[in-house]
């Protein structure tokens, strides 16, 4: 059981510990093993009164670190922190052996505390302190101790001096630079670079080794400089040491070819190729195998560098197995490969390779990951009641496996007083019939060469009566019908049986209507009106037994008997809402209003009563739901309604408008910080001025520019200003009515106050990277009224959080922006930026915390997988990358997903990626619109503010089939008297395998009534059907789609027609062609000219006259010559050319419609000026029978055709 504070607040069941009553005969251990599992322990209350009362061993509740380095300038602190009852006294060991504070003056200890002070800066010499410290907690139940803690001063020593040769190496060629930094402890941190502080670039060309040393693979000209300096920093002690600067120069082979050629003639020396490329060779580790051994849990760094020319590039892999994709990460342009968390599955064979054009080579890392002991299962303190049973067990792993050794309050249980009750089994202490002597703590020591787990457990036997903690006679009411739950919280030790009664002398409660909680509560699921009355909790154990009553009272529930009521009301009305409610007398309700699920305006035209609501002058803004909310001690009820708001009849215009400008502004007693300001209000123009709007100008700063400063009510007439430093004040005023605001006032005379220091500082603070090695500081500027005073300057100060102890500060002009450089990728900082002018420093200003530069992250999403939920949509999942590794501010996840081919088409296509992005740290997400049948693949990426990392492998899946598209089209050719062939193209997405085609067709009648349908089923593999057996002259309507294994795809429509019988048809054309009816037809024609000529006559009994006179006598537009193109007169033919032509009056034609002139548009047919109807026209319209004197009909010229026309067409020429 683990205990919190001074005795834990439960026993905590642990699945190996065994809790029973002493039986009489001696246990076993098997039965121990078997009961343990079964046996629960009994609560103990968070009471602070019990835990005052009730003993408890020590227990170690803070330590410092088991490798301590320390700060050598500064006091030593080693924490020791216990808890127990009584409370521990404190004892320590140095190096083995009893350590006496009060003999040494500048060590004490902490007042009811073991934490150690070591006076460091008073006098004292960390040096002097180094060792081994154990702190012992003890009281009268047992002592706990600490771990090892190892105090190590920290040590930044200086350079050797050392004289460095410049190096000269010939372009082309490798060249390591060496660091060799003084050993430190902790070790340093080494970088590389210049005379001006600027990080040295580099690359896959140059890189920096885990050793710190410099390594180019091949040297280019532009590598020529003086300061190539080492630095090395101590963190401990904030100290950077610098190696002196080494000096590289490059010889060139175009310079070395020059030297050569001046002082020989050998022209072939003179042409030799500038670079000698080569092949890769390994730079670090030498040979071909290595050895590396690391610890669970660490980080291992593998390291390959080559040299060679083109530059080589690295690629790792392990033999005989994957690098896992969750852990593995690559730094100095894959030159390293880190494994996070390594474990013993990690152990193998890396092999990296470096290769470039002219071949490779490779190096082989046999890798071992050994272990430090870490717990499987830890001890767990435990408390136990006189006579009971358990167990402590104590379980490690490591590599090479752990010893595990018990020591008795701080003693090796080997020499530890003895205890009948207690028997070491290996990594279990089992504890039998144990009585209070056998309080005490234990610690187990698991370790192996690699370091040693300490833990401590303690044993707390306690023998107590029952106690009931729950307050006596405590009152509970509940609704009725709601459950009911009465508290009877107690300890005891064994752990008390809890039994309840109903009234004095009632019986014990059992039974379905009743709820027995182990913590000892009664429930009662549906209070009624006779579960009223008192109720008695007993507790009982072994030692004793206690009770206490506890009352129970039923009440009625509240309920809204009357309810607010929709209203609607007009502007300037009155209007109530009833809220009338029926409660339990004995408890008080309390009624609130709402409107709109807020407050009720502040406004005195509302008026809550007992139960309603009254708004008076009803307005606009009234308009809203209102809802009463009944409260009471012990339940809540609410109703709503709604208001409506109409307009009220139409009264008298008055006219309205925005209020005059005030006037007459004065400034009075002007002081540094303050000034009042008066006026004269404006006339209101009907509307009563609500409020007046106080505008300042700055003049110093921005002048012209007017500001808000405040406002008052429309009844005030002066107001008292706050003033800043350092502004040429010039106040105005503007008045405010519901129409609107007022022109401004006249300005008033100005005041400039006096300068000081700012009051406030910059505000916006952020710290943002724009590259991964810095820190963007931006804030908002203060304005120029805000800076109090001239010379307005900034303080920037940042540090590392929860690594630098100090500030680095740095004081910039009055701009918004500063870069920090040289920062490490990602890091939190606290940042603050201190405003501060001629006068002096703003206030301390609040800190804030900032990131340094993001950068792309560094693995990928792992453990894809793909759930396909149906022909169109899949599910994705992935597991999230570690948060270091995303090296920024995580912002989700990109899955990339793109179609590789069709299943049933099986043709490749452009491939289009499509791109979903899952905001935050998802890690699933679903993918819409995918095509059935077919093959995709996706990867999944994570995204930070740089950017993308990398791509997860692609995974593979497919679609299952779905219904398939439309046929791509349906043609019916070839019709007959009773066939018609149809022809289609199979679907544009098949979206499965076809197994058939279905045809469905119906025949539609004169009345577009639709027929029977009939249904055909077509193999897949056609293209074409010829159907048959259909009726002639019948429409026919085709509904055609395709089908597979899934169902049918949407239909394709078409209707087409059997041609008609062609015996009837025949008899058809006959009848045109008998005798009977070519004469009937002249018949007709033949009376129609009679009455042609019969008309022709009766008109022309005035006379003739030339029509060029007739023409000018009447100007009808209708009848005026037109040109041929014209075409107005072209619907005027002779019988045969009308029967030829067939051809209707065109749009723009002036003729009516029945072919003929009006009389009402014109007196005179056209008929009366030649001789019938055959008489032609020039081209201007004048008639040439008149003119050239012929009387006799002319034959017919420009006809088509000179044949006598068919009766058919004639009678078309007359219809």
């Not at 227990?59 to 080693?78: A, F, G, H, L």
């Not at 009664?522 to 009106?529: D, S």
């Amino acid at each position: 059981m683990k205990l919190d504070l001074l005795l834990p607040v439960s026993y905590l069941i642990q699945p190996k510990i065994m809790m029973r009553k002493k039986s009489t005969s001696a246990s076993k251990a098997s039965l121990v093993l078997f009961l343990c599992q079964m046996i629960s322990a009994l609560d103990v209350p968070l009471d602070s009164k019990l835990l005052e009362e009730l003993s408890q061993p020590p227990t170690i509740t803070q330590q410092s670190p088991k490798d301590y380095i320390v700060d050598p300038r500064e006091n030593i602190v080693i924490q020791c922190e216990a808890k127990g009852k009584p409370p521990p006294s404190f004892s320590w060991t140095r190096n083995g052996t009893h350590f006496d504070i009060d003999k040494d003056a500048l060590v004490t200890m902490k007042p009811n505390s073991g934490t150690l002070v070591v006076n460091i800066m008073n006098g004292g010499k960390a040096e002097a302190y180094e060792g081994v410290y154990q702190c012992t907690a003890r009281n009268e139940r047992g002592a706990a101790i600490s771990n090892n803690i190892v105090i190590r001063p920290s040590r930044s020593p200086l350079w050797t001096k050392e004289r460095l040769e410049p190096n000269q190496v010939r372009e082309g060629d490798s060249l390591v630079l060496h660091c060799r930094p003084p050993v430190g402890l902790p070790p340093p941190i080494i970088f590389w670079m210049d005379n001006a502080f600027q990080r040295l670039p580099q690359s896959e060309r140059v890189s920096q080794g885990l050793n710190g040393d410099l390594y180019f693979s091949n040297v280019q000209p532009e590598d020529t400089r003086e300061d190539y300096i080492c630095y090395a920093r101590f963190n401990h002690t904030q100290t950077i040491q610098q190696k002196q600067p080494i000096s590289v120069k490059v010889l060139s082979m175009d310079s070395l070819n020059d030297t050569i050629a001046a002082n020989l003639s050998d022209t072939d020396i003179y042409g030799a190729k500038p670079v000698k490329e080569r092949q890769p060779i390994l730079l670090t580790p030498t040979g071909s195998t290595s050895n590396k051994v690391e610890l669970r849990g660490n980080v291992l760094s593998l390291e390959c560098i080559a040299a060679g020319l083109p530059t080589p590039v690295i690629r790792w892999i392990k033999e005989g197995g994957e690098l896992p994709a969750n852990r593995t990460f690559f730094e100095n342009f894959k030159k390293t490969l880190k494994i996070i968390d390594v474990s013993e599955a990690d152990s193998g064979n890396y092999k990296c390779i470096a290769r470039n054009t002219l071949g490779s080579t490779h190096h082989v890392i046999s890798v071992t990951v050994k272990a430090a002991p870490y717990w499987i299962t830890a001890p767990r303190n435990l408390v136990l009641s006189p006579g009971e049973d358990g167990m402590l067990i104590c379980r490690a792993n490591g590599n090479p496996k752990p010893h595990i050794s018990w020591l008795s309050n701080g003693v090796p249980i080997a020499i530890a007083p003895e205890d009948p009750s207690r028997k070491v089994d290996g990594d279990t202490i089992i504890f039998s019939d144990v009585q209070e002597r056998s309080s005490a703590v234990y610690q187990c020591n698991a370790s192996n060469e690699y370091g040693y787990l300490l833990a401590n457990a303690f044993v707390n036997v306690l023998a107590e009566p029952p106690r009931i903690l729950t307050p006596a006679n405590k009152l509970y009411q509940v609704i009725a019908n709601n459950p009911a739950l009465l508290d009877c919280a107690y300890f005891g030790s064994p752990k008390p049986e809890i039994e309840w009664f109903k009234g004095v002398k009632g019986s014990i409660l059992r039974g379905s209507e009743y709820v027995f909680h182990e913590n000892g509560t009664l429930e009662i699921p549906v209070a009624q009106k006779d579960s009223i009355g008192t109720y008695t909790c007993v507790a009982r154990n072994e030692l004793g037994k206690i009770q206490n009553e506890v009352q129970l009272q039923v009440k009625d529930p509240t309920i809204i008997i009357k309810q607010p009521e929709y209203k609607v009301i007009q502007r300037a009305g009155q209007v109530s809402f009833e809220c009338t409610i029926k409660h339990d007398p004995t408890l008080i309700p309390t009624i609130i209003w709402l409107k709109d699920n807020g407050e009720l305006p502040d406004d005195e035209r509302f008026l809550v009563g007992k139960d309603n609501l009254t708004i008076m002058n009803v307005t606009d803004k009234d308009d809203g739901t209102y809802t009463c909310i009944i409260n009471t001690t012990l339940d809540s009820v609410s109703a709503s309604a709604v208001l409506t708001v109409v307009a009220a009849p139409p009264t008298p215009a008055i006219i309205y408008a925005r209020p005059n400008p005030p006037f007459d502004l004065e400034l009075t007693g002007q002081l540094e910080r303050s000034i009042e300001l008066s006026w004269i209000p404006g006339d209101e123009n009907n509307s009563p001025i609500t409020n007046f709007v106080i505008e300042y100008e700055d003049g110093l700063h921005e002048p012209g520019v007017w500001h808000y400063q405040t406002e008052v009510p429309g009844s005030q007439t002066m107001v008292q200003l706050k003033l800043s430093p350092y502004v040429n004040y010039s106040f105005r005023v503007i008045a405010v009515n519901e129409i609107g605001r007022s022109q401004p006032s006249e300005p008033s005379e100005q005041y400039l106050t006096k300068a000081a220091n700012p009051d406030e500082n910059p505000s916006n603070v952020q710290g943002i990277g724009s590259e991964p090695d810095n820190l963007v500081i931006t804030w908002e500027s203060l304005k120029g009224f805000q800076s109090n005073g001239p010379g307005l300057q900034y303080k920037v100060s940042w540090r590392q959080k929860d690594f630098d102890d100090e500030w680095t500060s740095v004081i910039v002009a009055n701009v918004s922006k500063y870069i920090v450089s040289g920062t490490p990728t990602f890091v939190p900082y606290e940042i603050k930026v201190q405003a501060l002018n001629d006068l002096g420093y703003a206030p301390e200003p609040q800190e804030v915390i900032g990131h340094s530069g993001e950068d792309l992250p560094m693995v990928a999403p792992g453990n894809v997988q793909v759930h396909v939920l149906n022909s169109t949509l899949a599910k994705v999942h992935w597991d999230p990358v570690p948060l270091k590794t995303v090296r920024g501010h995580l912002q989700g996840y990109k899955v990339y997903y793109w179609k590789v081919q069709s299943l049933s088409r099986r043709n490749r296509r452009h491939v289009e990626k499509k791109i979903l992005t899952f905001r935050g740290n998802k890690t699933f997400g679903m993918l819409p619109g995918l095509e059935p049948y077919s093959s995709y693949k996706l990867n999944v990426r994570v995204v930070n503010g740089k950017g993308e990392g990398p791509a997860s492998p692609d995974k593979e899946f497919r679609t299952p089939e779905g219904v398939p598209s439309s046929p791509s089209f349906l043609k019916i050719t070839d019709p007959t008297l009773d066939s018609l062939t149809l022809e289609w193209g199979s679907p544009t997405h098949p979206n499965g395998i076809l197994t058939a085609y279905i045809l469905k067709f119906q025949p539609i009648n004169n009345t577009h009534e639709l027929g029977p349908l009939v249904e055909i089923r077509i193999p897949a593999n056609e293209s074409s059907l010829i159907l048959k057996n259909l009726n002639y002259s019948t429409r026919y309507k085709f509904y055609f789609n395709a089908q597979t294994s899934v169902g049918s795809g949407s239909p394709i429509t078409e209707e087409a027609v059997t041609i008609m019988d062609e015996a009837m048809a025949s008899r058809q054309v006959d009848i045109a062609t008998q005798g009977w009816f070519i004469g009937l037809m002249c018949a007709v024609a033949l009376l129609i000219l009679i009455l042609l000529i019969v008309c022709f006559i009766r008109r022309n009994k005035g006379g003739k006259y030339p029509v060029k006179e007739k023409e000018d006598a009447h100007a009808d537009p209708e009848i005026q010559p037109m040109k041929e193109d014209d075409g107005t007169f072209g619907e005027y033919r002779s019988l045969e050319s009308d029967a030829e032509d067939h051809k209707p009056l065109k749009k723009g034609s002036r003729t009516p419609s029945d072919r003929t002139v009006k009389k009402e548009d014109s007196d005179d047919s056209l008929v009366d000026y030649g001789e019938g109807v055959n008489g032609q026209f020039n081209e201007d319209g004048s008639f040439i029978g008149q003119y050239s004197g012929k009387k006799e009909k002319e034959p017919a010229e420009g006809n088509e055709s000179s044949e006598a026309p068919s009766p058919v067409n004639a009678m078309n020429s007359f219809v």
